[in-house]
Nanobody, 117 residues
Framework: VQLQASGGGLVQAGGSLGLSCVAS????????MEWYRHTPGNERELVATIKSDGITTYSDFVKGRFTISRDNAKSQVYLQMNSLKPEDTAVYYC????????????WGQGTQVTVSS
């Protein structure tokens, strides 16, 4: 199974972008879906999580500006990013954790988001 992330690009500060992550085939027993981001010289950081029960959590630096959503039936996860800031510039990665007894982790290839000031 491969995850394809898309929707990144260049946007001015205050603008919006929507990221999508699509699996190449259906993923069963999804436990959670997440978005991470990474900038050079830093650790990859968690941006947002949506669990199988629909509960969402956000990192403080995006709370109130980003919204994670999903389509479990299609094994897709989305990230709506509003009020973007230059510090949101990063490569964004989607992650899906799935499985019951044996847990699998799936990662997308990353999509670049650049926010200009």
């Amino acid at each position: 199974v491969q995850l394809q992330a898309s929707g990144g690009g260049l946007v001015q500060a205050g603008g919006s972008l929507g990221l999508s992550c699509v699996a190449s085939e259906s993923i069963f027993r999804i436990k959670l879906m997440e978005w991470y981001r990474h900038t050079p010289g830093n650790e990859r950081e968690l941006v947002a999580t949506i669990k199988s029960d629909g509960i969402t959590t956000y990192s403080d630096f995006v709370k109130g500006r980003f919204t994670i959503s999903r389509d479990n039936a299609k094994s897709q996860v989305y990230l709506q990013m509003n009020s973007l800031k230059p510090e949101d510039t990063a490569v964004y990665y989607c992650h899906i954790k799935a499985g019951l007894l044996a847990v699998s982790h799936y990662w997308g290839q990353g999509t670049q988001v650049t926010v200009s000031s």
